[in-house]
């Protein structure tokens, strides 16, 4: 290989590595709104630029692949757009649409450089591998070290993320892409003995985060990588040493209490974390010898083809014993066979299973509080079957059907969350996109090798791509991982990047095999100059730039107007009302749908003696927001404190009936401050109302009995009247009467 493609290899990685990593860093768990805006507003404009110059610097006359891919996840973005209209929350809808438009641009980038450096793949691959590694040596820190998350009390990992199954899936997404890092035949010697060490710290890291979705897509994703990649030996090998050093370092961190419990002192654990960090990097080094060890054994003596395959043999005869002897302590158990699957498919299903804890025992556990949140989502589909709720719809719609007091945003689940949110029209697109990237996939990956083509290079770093994406794809069915960029971006630009490669023919193949080992391709000719390019293309790439600054304005208006309403906040506790309502009317201007912007200014309005106007404010959320608990509950206050209590019930009840469990005694025994200022205002209220009821119900019988006396002494006069006119028969006297 040229030394200018090497270095060109050498920075690309790097700059990969940086940008995941800091995407890792950045965003997190995509849980905080202002961290996550961020990450959308240095994604989308950056993307279009890069698509744009793509668009420009792409050799003419090459078919375009990955269109259709595109434009299904333009179409579905467009969907959790539209869907504001008719979303229970909105606002949310609205950030959704800004996030599904940052990931457009990542998937588009991956089918624009495609085109322009298809050469450039494996620093794709070699980028991923060094992010995943900065972010599981990071995550390991904190647990040796524990000061670096002094509020993490539980024994799983769950930094940098702030969610111990994102990290799990980083560490699966990264053993994958150590696989094609230590099984390749190609590239320097140092860094596949390098991919001992690594494989090692992602398994030490997947199993340390308890993260039992994690394991399954690895799983499913290795059993994919040595179905279609005939590396298996090397990549066996890889699996087992690497799996072996951190199976040890794992027993030894289960073993002890400091390590494997909830709520332990930060200072027992920080020295059981020290002793942890030495066995991590004993292990690194080991590790490192046993790549090193290895690659010299093979270099100098690669194995015969007999030797291969009673490795096979051996390798698939453990594996089929491995599953015997499993089969038969379940048959052997208390419940049987049979018994036992059912029982622990019913576990997995209950939604008022006890849930495991967060300690070691929850690798072998099968409840899981997932199955209460698929119901509720599906409850929501119910409700909503064509459209759904709205994009993110289901973090307000979920809570009216909820029977226990958590607080949870997401479905765990992209079907079911799309269903909840987007309806059977959303599950259509979303399956009609998922068709269409698996056609576009199969040009470059050709995982059933049916046309009989070359295991070249590029193809193994194409299989493996694929692999990763069938685990994150996985993995996302059972979690809210779709939700963290640091997850998802990675599955998005790898998929983008098999969708717009097409067919490895010709010098796009390489032609480098597995029967050249150590060989490489032979240098693409050299580029002929480029024409400037047509006019047409010019227009595609402006647009492009101009819709991708478009979208960061978007993108940016929830957080400018969260700013606004800081700033009146700020104004009111200057006491600057005129300050602060121009500040909160802006919040309102940049952000009409928000509800949290018409608090504020409601809260202006209040404190500017104006409180039909404030009152006019919170009717108008409730409007903007019916089946949002929080805008009755915020009006429902409002009355309470007006002086209207009736009015305050029938708010405070609308509440409690979008969100039952608001009250509940889970929710009050468990101290959360909105439930018990809920239930205090609503039996303020009720004490209020009836109060004041039996005020107007005594105020109206002592008026009722004011009138009665007034009509009886009416009654007595008209009489006395009567008794004293001139003729009547009572003023006769005896005598006249005779």
């Known amino acids: 290989m040229r030394s200018g493609a090497r270095q060109g290899l050498w920075w690309l990685t790097l700059l990969v590595a940086a940008i995941f990593y800091f995407i890792t860093l950045h965003a997190k768990g995509g849980l905080n709104p202002e961290a996550m805006i961020s990450t959308e507003m240095a994604l989308t404009p950056v993307t279009g630029l890069v698509i744009a110059a793509s668009v420009l610097l792409a050799p003419p006359g090459r078919r375009v692949y990955g269109a259709w891919s595109v434009g299904l996840l333009l179409a579905f973005t467009a969907l959790s757009a539209v869907s504001i209209a008719w979303s229970v929350q909105p606002d949310l809808s609205w950030q959704e649409s800004g996030r599904m438009l940052a990931y457009s641009g990542v998937f588009a980038v991956g089918v624009a450089l495609v085109r322009v450096v298809p050469d450039r793949w494996p620093a794709i691959l ?3 591998t060094l992010a995943a590694v900065a972010v599981c040596a990071y995550a390991l820190l904190t647990k040796v070290f524990p000061s670096l998350a002094p509020l993490n009390m539980f024994a799983r990992l769950n930094e940098p993320y702030g969610y111990w199954n994102a990290v799990g899936l980083t560490a699966a997404l990264g053993a994958i892409c150590c ?3 230590g099984a390749r035949r190609d590239g320097h010697a140092l860094l596949r003995a390098l991919a001992y060490p690594a494989m090692g710290l992602m398994l030490l890291t997947l199993v340390l985060a ?6 399954v897509a690895l799983a499913l994703g290795l059993v994919l990588w040595f179905c279609v990649v005939p590396l298996r030996l090397r990549g066996a090998a890889l699996l087992i040493v690497g799996a072996a050093g951190a199976m040890a370092v794992a027993a030894w961190d289960f073993s002890k209490h400091a390590l494997s419990s909830e709520g332990v002192p930060l200072a027992e654990r ?3 974390g020290h002793q942890l960090g030495a066995l991590v990097v004993a292990m690194l080094a080991l590790l490192t010898v046993a790549g ?11 194995p015969s083809l007999i030797s291969r395959r009673r490795a096979g043999v051996i390798l698939l005869g453990a594996i089929v014993v491995a599953a015997i002897a499993f089969a038969g302590a ?20 209950n939604p008022n299973a006890k849930q495991p804890l967060n300690t070691p025992s929850r690798l072998t556990a099968v409840a899981s509080v997932r199955a209460r949140y698929w119901k509720e989502a599906f409850q929501v589909f119910d409700a909503h079957p064509l459209l759904g709720a709205g994009a993110g719809g289901y973090a307000i719609a979920h809570q009216r059907y909820e029977t226990q007091a958590i607080e949870v945003r997401h479905a765990h689940g992209f079907i079911v969350q799309t269903l909840a949110d987007l309806g059977l029209v959303g599950l259509i697109l979303a399956l009609a996109l998922l068709l269409a990237w698996i056609a576009a996939a199969r040009r470059p990956t050709d995982p059933l090798n049916r ?9 193994i770093g194409m299989l493996s791509m694929l692999c990763l994406v069938v685990v994150f794809g996985v993995h996302s069915l059972i979690d809210w991982t779709w939700y963290v960029p640091g997850n998802a971006c990675v599955a998005l630009l790898c998929a983008g990047w098999l969708a717009g490669r097409g067919e490895l023919t010709g010098a796009g193949a390489g032609a480098q095999t597995l029967a050249g080992a150590g060989a490489f391709a032979p240098p693409p000719p050299a580029a002929a100059p480029r024409d400037r390019p047509s006019n047409t293309r010019i227009v595609v790439a402006a647009a492009v730039i101009v819709a991708s600054l478009l979208a960061m304005w978007s993108q940016w208006q929830p957080q400018r107007s969260e700013e606004a309403a800081q700033q009146a906040d700020a104004q009111l506790e200057a006491h600057h009302p005129a300050a602060a309502t121009a500040d909160a009317n802006s919040a309102v201007s940049r952000d009409p749908l928000s509800i949290g912007a018409l608090f504020t200014l409601a809260a202006v309005q209040r404190y500017s003696g104006h409180p039909q106007l404030a009152r006019a404010t919170l009717e108008r959320a409730v409007r903007l927001q019916p089946s949002n608990p929080e805008s009755w509950r915020a009006l429902g206050r409002y009355e309470l404190e007006d002086g209207d209590p009736a009015s305050a019930v029938g708010s405070l009840q609308a509440a409690i009936y979008l969100n039952p469990e608001s009250i509940s005694p889970e929710a009050i025994a468990d101290g959360r401050p909105e439930a018990i200022k809920t239930q205090n205002d609503y039996i303020e209220a009720l004490r209020a109302a009836t109060a004041q009821q039996e005020s107007a119900r005594r105020a109206a019988a002592l008026k009722s009995a004011s009138e009665a006396r007034a009509r009886a002494a009416l009654r007595a006069r008209r009489a006395a009247r009567l008794r004293s006119a001139p003729g009547s028969a009572r003023s006769r006297t005896p005598r006249a009467a005779g």
């Not at 046309?451 to 193809?459: D, K």
């Open 126 to 128: 070699g980028g991923l």
């Open 179 to 181: 696989m094609w890092l």
């Open 210 to 215: 308890y993260s039992r979705g994690a394991l």
């Open 270 to 272: 920080a020295t059981a």
């Open 292 to 302: 090193i060890a290895t690659g010299f054994a093979t270099a100098r003596r690669a």
């Open 330 to 349: 379940l048959a052997h158990s208390q419940r049987g066979f049979t018994g036992s699957i059912s029982h622990t498919f019913d576990t997995l299903t």
């Open 451 to 459: 046309r009989g083509s070359p295991y070249s290079a590029e193809r």
